[in-house]
């Protein structure tokens, strides 16, 4: 069974930085594409950002210039640096990855980040 495990999360005042991190275990098929999205409090899981094999990336207008997005392909780990963060920031962030080889699309457990004000 895939497992996708994230780290990284926590309290940041508004204007600061947080980095995030998900490492995929247990897949012996390539990693597609990895991306995070993120459920605020009442809200539904939106899509944040998204990269693929070749290193393509692209993200949710709300989030463009703030946020980047990077993977190690050697380590199936992908990462999130959140910069200049907002308290609409808040929310629980999941990791996502595809493996196109399976057809499977899995997500992590979420990991808490809270941006005050």
């Known amino acids: 069974q895939v497992q996708l495990v994230e780290s990284g999360g926590g309290l940041a005042q508004a204007g600061g930085s947080l980095n995030l991190s998900c490492e995929v275990s247990?897949?012996?098929?390539?990693?597609?594409?990895m991306g995070w999205y993120r459920r605020a409090p009442g809200q539904e899981r939106d899509f944040v950002a998204r990269i693929t094999d070749d290193g393509t990336a692209n993200y949710a207008d709300s989030v463009k210039g703030r946020f980047t997005i990077t993977r190690d392909n050697n380590k199936d780990t992908a990462f999130l640096q959140l910069n200049s963060l907002k308290p609409e920031d808040t929310a629980v962030y999941y990791c996502?990855?595809?493996?196109?080889?399976?057809?499977?699309?899995?997500w992590g457990q979420g990991t808490q980040v809270t941006v005050s004000s």
């Open positions: 996502n990855a595809v493996v196109a080889a399976v057809s499977g699309y899995y």
């Open positions: 247990r897949t012996i098929y390539p990693i597609t594409a």
